[in-house]
C-alpha cells in the first residue's frame, strides 16, 4: 500500500441492511418512488424517526437502481474528506482513472484546486443507468466551503442522477430554486411517522411484543408515532408517554431508569464501554474489551431489540443507532477519566487494525494533542493528516519541535503567508532556548525580503543527522538548508543536501518531499544553464502536480522561464497562461513571479512598454526596491544606454547596498551600465571577477553572459582579437549544448558585429551547427519554436503524446516515457480527441498523419 494513502473505510459506504421482520411502510415506500422524478430528496426528521431503515428498504425493495451510500460523520465535514468517500462511492459510475483521481486528496489540495477536480467528476460520470446517492446523517455538514461545493456538485448533477439527504435539521445547501422547478421533494417528522397500524404491527411483528391489545394500543398512543420512543418503550415494557417532542435529556432520563437499570449488569458495562466506538466488529471487541465475549453480548443486545444498526452481517459489522449512541457518549463523559481511559483505548485499538482516521478522532474528543501529535508524525502524509495536523491549536506546538517543524511545512503547501509568519513568529518565541531551533531559524524564507541569507551559517549535515527529528522533518531542514547553499554560491553541497532528501522521499513516499526538492534542483539548475537536465526534472515534477497542486504554478512559471532561456517563446507563451489558471488573488508572490517572467517574455517580443508598466507595478512592491531581485528585469529596459534615470538609481543602491544582496545579476547589471557610462577599467574588473567566479562554480549562463558583455568591451579593442574570439568561442562552446539562445539575443547588436567581422575565423572553431544556433537567435517568434502548432491547435505536450500514439505506445508506455502519470494521459487523449473530432486513438492517429501531408 502507498505510504501516502490513507484508506477509505468501506463500513461508511455499505448500505444499512433492514431490521429484521421489518414492517412494510407502503404509504411512504409510494412516496419514495419520486425520487427518480427529482434532483434531491430531502427526509428531514429527528434522531430514531426511522430514516435510515426506510431509505435501506427503499434500496432492497429497488435492486434494479444503483444505490450508493455514504454515511457521514463529523470528521466529513472538511472538503477533503468528504469529497474523497464521495468519490469512492461512485468508482463504479466514473470514466476517469479513479485511483489516480482518489490520489489528488494524498496531498494538501488547496480549495481552488477542488472546483476543478469536481468539474471533471461530474463530466465523467458514465451513467447508462439511475443512480440515487443517498447521503445519511447530512447534518453534520456545516463547514461554508464544503457546502459551496456541495451546491456545485447539486447544481451541474446530470439528469440521470438523484441525491437523497438524510437530516435532522434542514440542510445548508440551497434547495430554492428546485422547489421552484419540482425538482425537490421533502419529506419532513410529521409525514414519517408511524400510523396506528404500523405501529403495533411494529410491536408486534418487528418487535415481537407479547401483550394485550389494549397496552399495545397505548404504547403507539403515547409515542405519538415516533418509531425510536415506540422501541425504547417497547424495551423497557414502560407506559410512560415517550414522544419526539421531548428533549434530550428526557431522553436520557428515560433510557437510564426504563431501560439501562434493568439490563444485565455485563451488559451494561459492555454498552457503556462501546458507546464510544464509531462501528465495531467481532475483531474490534476483542482487542477493545477482551474480558467480554462478543458473541454473547452481542446476542443479548440483539434480543433486546437495542438500538444497533448492521452493517454488514456476514462480516458482523455494527454501529449504534444515534438514539443509543449519544446517550452512551453522555453516560461516559460524566466521568472524564473514565472516558479519557477508553478513548485513549478505542484510538489504540482502531491505530492498530489500520483506520488512523478514527483513531485520531477518539484523541481529538478528549484533548489528547501530544499522543495526536505523535501518532500524526507517523501517518500517512495525505489530504486528511494535513486536515488533522490544522486543527491542532497552535500553543501546543510548542510541546513538540518536531511536530511544529511539519506544522509549519503544513500551512506552508497551502501558501498560507498570514499564518506562516504567526506560526514563525510563535516558534522563534517559544523555541529559542530550544537545542533544535537552529532548524527553525529563517523557515520562513520564501516570505522573507529583507533576503540576507548568504551570511546565514547552514546547519551541517552530521547535525541535521542526529536532531531529534523524523526522516519527513529532516527532509525538510535539508530542503531549506540547500536553498540557502544555493544562495551562497555553493551549489555542489545544495545538491549533496538535496539528494539526501531525495532519498529520504525514496523511502518514505512523501510526495511533498520530492515535489519540494525538484522545485529546487529546477531552479539551481537554470540557473546555473543545466538547461536540459532541468527540462528533463520538470517533466518528472510533473507528476506530482496532482499530489501538491499548489506547486501547479510555480511549476509552470518554472518552465516558462526555462524556455525564456532557449528563445522557444510558443513554449513560454503556453506555459504562462497555464500559470494562470493555478494562482489565487491571494497569492502574491506567485503573481509576481508571473509578472517578472511575463514581463522578461513580452521585451523579447518586441513589447517594450508591457514590459516597463509591469516594472512600474512591481515596483510598489517592497520585494523587487531589494537590487537583488530587480536586477535581472531592469536589464532589459537598461539595455545600452537606455533609460538613464533607471540605470542611475540602480548604481546608487548597488554601490550603497551590503555584499548580502549583489549576485551575479546585480553585478552583470553593474558591469554594462558602468561600460556604457565610458568607466571601461570598472566595468572590465567586474566582468573579469564575474567570469572567474562563474568559472569556479561551474554556473555556465553567467559564463556566456558575461563572455558575450565582454565581446561587447572586446570589439573596440583593435589589438585583442584573439582574445575576443576567444571568449565568444568559449561562450558559444557551452552555450549550444544547453540551447542557450537568450544572451546572443541580447547581445545581438554584438553578435552580429562578430559573424560580420570573423565569420571566416569562426568557421575553423565552431562547427556550422554552432555557427547556425547563433545565427538563429536574431529575431525570436512565438510561432518559430513549434512549427506543428497549426495541427489542430494541440499543445507542445499533445503533440508529443501523439508521436507515442503513432509509435503504438498504450496510456501506461506513454506515462512512463513522458514521465507524467496515467491520469494526465488520460487527459491529454480526451482533450486531442476533442480537438481532433475523433473517438479514438486510431483514427487521431490517421487524422493527424493526413494533416502533416
Not at 494524498?106 to 467528476?121: A, H, I, R, Y
Request: hydrophobic residues 40%; glycine residues 4%.
Amino acid at each position: 500500500m502507498d505510504v501516502n494513502k490513507m484508506p477509505v473505510l468501506s463500513v461508511k459506504l455499505k448500505v444499512p441492511k433492514p431490521r429484521k421482520r421489518y414492517i412494510e411502510r407502503n404509504g411512504l415506500l409510494k412516496k419514495l418512488e419520486d425520487i427518480s422524478n427529482c434532483k434531491v430528496t430531502v427526509i428531514k426528521a429527528g434522531a430514531g424517526s426511522g430514516k435510515t431503515t426506510l431509505l435501506s428498504l427503499y434500496a432492497l425493495k429497488h435492486k434494479e437502481l444503483n444505490v450508493r451510500w455514504l454515511a457521514i460523520d463529523e470528521s466529513m465535514n472538511q472538503s477533503l474528506v468528504f469529497w474523497k468517500y464521495v468519490i469512492e462511492s461512485l468508482k463504479e459510475e466514473l470514466t476517469l482513472d479513479v485511483p489516480s483521481v482518489l490520489s489528488c486528496f494524498d496531498g494538501n489540495m488547496p480549495e481552488d484546486f477542488l472546483w476543478e477536480l469536481l468539474s471533471n467528476v461530474i463530466n465523467n460520470l458514465n451513467l447508462e443507468e439511475e443512480l440515487v446517492l443517498v447521503w445519511d446523517d447530512f447534518w453534520y455538514l456545516t463547514d461554508p466551503f464544503l457546502i459551496k461545493t456541495i451546491d456545485y456538485f447539486i447544481e451541474n448533477l446530470p439528469e440521470q442522477v438523484h441525491l437523497v439527504l438524510l437530516t435532522r435539521n434542514k440542510p445548508l445547501v440551497y434547495l430554492g430554486l428546485l422547489q421552484v422547478e419540482g425538482n425537490l421533494l421533502l419529506l419532513e417528522e410529521d409525514q414519517i411517522r408511524m400510523s396506528t397500524e404500523e405501529g403495533k404491527e411494529f410491536l408486534v411483528h418487528t418487535i415481537g411484543l407479547q401483550e394485550d391489545d389494549k397496552a399495545i394500543e397505548d404504547l403507539v398512543s403515547n409515542s405519538n408515532g415516533w418509531v425510536g420512543g415506540l422501541q425504547l418503550m417497547a424495551i423497557a415494557s414502560s407506559k410512560l408517554a415517550l414522544s419526539r417532542d421531548v428533549n434530550e435529556q428526557v431522553i436520557y432520563d428515560y433510557l437510564s431508569n426504563e431501560v439501562f437499570r434493568y439490563l444485565p449488569e455485563d451488559v451494561r458495562q459492555f454498552l457503556r464501554k462501546t458507546g464510544v466506538l464509531a462501528y465495531f466488529n467481532k475483531e474490534i471487541c476483542n482487542k477493545y474489551v477482551p474480558e467480554f465475549s462478543f458473541e454473547k453480548m452481542m446476542q443479548a443486545v440483539l434480543e433486546r431489540n437495542m438500538f444497533v444498526i448492521e452493517l454488514d452481517e456476514e462480516q458482523q459489522e455494527y454501529r449504534y443507532h444515534s438514539i443509543l449512541k449519544d446517550y452512551l457518549v453522555h453516560l461516559v463523559g460524566e466521568d472524564e477519566q473514565e472516558e479519557i481511559i477508553l478513548r485513549t483505548k478505542a484510538a489504540a485499538v482502531y491505530h492498530e487494525i489500520g483506520d488512523d482516521e478514527e483513531s485520531i478522532n477518539q484523541l481529538f474528543v478528549i484533548h489528547a494533542y501530544k499522543q495526536i501529535m505523535e501518532q500524526l508524525l507517523n501517518m500517512p502524509q495525505n489530504a486528511a493528516t494535513f486536515n488533522y495536523i490544522m486543527k491542532v491549536p497552535m500553543e501546543q506546538i510548542q510541546y513538540n519541535a518536531n511536530f511544529a517543524y511539519q506544522y509549519f511545512f503544513c500551512y506552508y503547501t497551502t501558501l498560507e503567508q498570514k499564518k506562516c509568519n504567526e506560526i514563525y513568529e510563535f516558534i522563534k518565541k517559544h523555541f529559542k532556548n530550544d537545542p533544535t531551533y537552529q532548524a527553525f531559524r529563517h523557515v520562513d524564507l520564501f516570505f522573507d525580503v529583507d533576503w540576507n541569507y548568504k551570511w546565514v551559517s547552514i546547519v551541517p549535515l552530521d547535525q541535521i543527522k542526529k536532531m531529534p527529528f523524523n526522516d519527513i522533518s529532516k527532509a525538510y531542514l535539508l530542503i531549506k538548508e540547500a536553498y540557502f547553499l544555493y544562495m551562497q554560491d555553493q551549489r555542489v553541497e545544495a545538491m549533496e543536501y538535496l539528494d539526501l532528501a531525495e532519498q529520504i522521499y525514496e523511502k518514505k513516499g512523501n510526495y511533498y518531499i520530492e515535489a519540494f526538492v525538484l522545485a529546487e534542483k529546477t531552479q539551481i539548475l537554470e540557473e546555473y544553464g543545466s538547461f536540459r537536465e532541468a527540462l528533463t526534472l520538470y517533466r518528472k515534477m510533473e507528476r506530482f502536480l496532482e499530489y501538491v497542486p499548489t506547486l501547479r504554478s510555480s511549476y509552470y512559471i518554472g518552465i516558462a522561464g526555462v524556455y525564456i532561456r532557449q528563445l522557444k517563446m510558443a513554449e513560454a507563451k503556453e506555459a504562462l497562461d497555464n500559470s494562470k489558471q493555478y494562482f489565487k488573488q491571494t497569492m502574491t508572490n506567485m503573481q509576481s513571479a508571473y509578472l517578472y517572467t511575463f514581463a522578461e517574455y513580452s521585451y523579447i517580443m518586441g513589447k517594450e512598454d508591457v514590459t516597463e508598466s509591469i516594472i512600474i507595478e512591481l515596483g510598489k512592491d517592497d520585494m523587487y526596491q531589494n537590487i537583488y531581485f530587480s536586477a535581472r528585469l531592469l536589464r532589459y529596459p537598461i539595455y545600452r544606454g537606455n533609460h538613464r534615470k533607471l540605470a542611475a538609481e540602480f548604481v546608487d543602491k548597488y554601490d550603497k547596498a551590503d555584499d548580502i544582496v549583489k549576485s551575479n545579476e546585480t553585478d552583470l547589471l553593474y558591469a554594462g551600465i558602468k561600460y556604457e557610462l565610458g568607466e571601461f577599467d570598472v566595468a572590465l574588473e567586474k566582468m573579469e571577477t564575474l567570469i572567474a567566479k562563474a568559472r569556479k562554480s561551474q554556473n555556465v549562463s553567467k559564463i556566456v553572459e558575461g563572455d558575450l558583455l565582454k565581446v561587447r568591451y572586446l570589439l573596440e579593442q583593435t589589438d585583442r582579437v584573439r582574445e575576443l574570439l576567444d571568449t565568444f568561442v568559449e561562450a558559444v562552446s557551452y552555450a549550444y549544448g544547453e540551447e542557450m539562445r537568450h544572451p546572443f539575443w541580447f547581445e545581438k547588436e554584438t553578435v552580429k558585429q562578430v559573424l560580420a567581422k570573423f565569420k571566416e575565423e569562426l568557421k575553423g572553431r565552431l562547427s556550422q551547427d554552432q555557427i547556425y544556433f547563433v545565427e538563429s537567435t536574431e529575431e525570436p517568434q512565438a510561432e518559430k519554436s513549434i512549427s506543428r502548432k497549426g495541427l489542430y491547435d494541440l499543445t507542445e505536450r499533445e503533440l508529443e503524446v501523439v508521436e507515442e500514439l503513432k509509435k503504438g505506445c498504450t496510456n501506461k508506455e506513454i506515462a512512463e516515457h513522458l514521465c507524467i502519470s496515467l491520469a494526465t494521459v488520460k487527459t491529454h487523449m480526451i482533450n486531442i480527441y476533442s480537438k481532433l473530432g475523433v473517438k479514438n486513438r486510431v483514427a487521431a492517429v490517421n487524422k493527424i498523419m493526413h494533416k502533416e501531408r
